[in-house]
């Protein structure tokens, strides 16, 4: 069963377009991470939010944690080629020994 | 800044052989982790380890083991190669969690098949 589901799973979009990723679980979660993933690299951490509700910017990327803790979202404005890969949001549950559970993954490609 | 490596960018084994995959990290963590990575299924936990000779099974753990003996190294071994186990293996090595700080650190990433 997975915990996180990801939607969707695949986009192609042009450049200067925005776009929102959606990370949807029935599970509670005490955090959730973002991570973006470039081909033949490992993911990379791009954000952690930790309460209900929070909104975090990182230059055109936009990031909430629903109010419940059991959702998140993504949101790009302006998308350029370089936000090509891809993202996977990553959830922590209390009393699960600290591990993340992961989502199924976005793949986004913005050409030009 | 932090170093994941892993022996292997490509691997290619034959079905029942006996296949090791290693992880190095140089950032003195004390858990590390082996995931593996499918298209549609995001990343799977195989085994992690809070710390050296520490492991646990992770949520598919079948047909794998691992070993820490050291700090540094966290080794995935696949007992008898299947080919179902064909993959991408990602290694990921954290701090030891203090104030919800999860932040993992990947490494590049092993492509194995197995025919």
Redo the contacts between chains.
Sequence with gaps: T?L?E?SP?FLSIQEGENLTVYCNSSSVF??L?WYRQEP??????LV?V?TGGEVKKLKRLTFQFGDARKDSSLHITAAQPGDTGLY?C?G?RTGT????T????TRLQVTL | DVK?TQSS?YLVKRTGEKVFLECVQDMDHE?MFW?RQDP??????IY?SYDVKMK?K?DIPEGYSVSREKKERFSLILESASTNQTSMY?C?SRKK?LR??????????TRLTVT
């Design positions: 997975q996180l990801q799973q005490s955090s991470q033949g690299e490992g993911p990379v951490l952690t930790v996977l990553a922590a020994a600290s591990k993340l992961f989502g199924t993954g | 994941v960018r858990n995931y549609g299924l995001g990343l799977r936990l992690f646990e992770g990602l990921a969690v919800g700080d999860y932040e993992q650190y990947f490494g590049p990433g």
